[in-house]
Nanobody, 120 residues
């Protein structure tokens, strides 16, 4: 199970930190990802973080967002800075045991329910 928190409404240029609590599986062995979906748009990858902590980001958020994980706490985080209206979306965390490709959300095994981020 994955449960996101930390979403909300923020002004342009502001910051938010999303959290994702994992349970029921060994998070340390999984690739973890952050995805988002805006109304009328497809779900898109934001960031992935491998089990060793290596990260990869979508071009749209590079240098503004930072993904991190705390395997001891079974938690995933997304620090979002310099937020823009285009970042408005439902944000989801996801876990993948094998494939770790933010371009292929279908390869992720577990998904959270999402947390809404609104930037205006």
């Amino acid at each position: 199970q994955l449960v996101e928190s930390g979403g909300g409404s923020v002004q342009v240029g502001g910051s938010l930190r999303l959290s994702c609590a994992a349970s029921g599986f060994t998070m340390w062995a999984y690739c973890m990802g952050w995805f988002r979906q805006a109304p009328g748009k497809e779900r898109e990858g934001v960031a992935i973080i491998y089990s060793d902590g290596t990260t990869s980001y979508a071009d749209a958020v590079k240098d503004r967002f930072t993904a991190s994980r705390d395997n001891a706490k079974s938690s995933l985080y997304l620090q979002m800075n310099s937020l823009k209206p285009g970042d408005t979306a439902m944000y989801y965390c996801a876990a993948s045991r094998l494939r770790c490709d933010m371009a292929r959300p279908g390869g992720f095994n577990y998904w959270g329910q999402g947390t809404q981020v609104t930037v205006s």
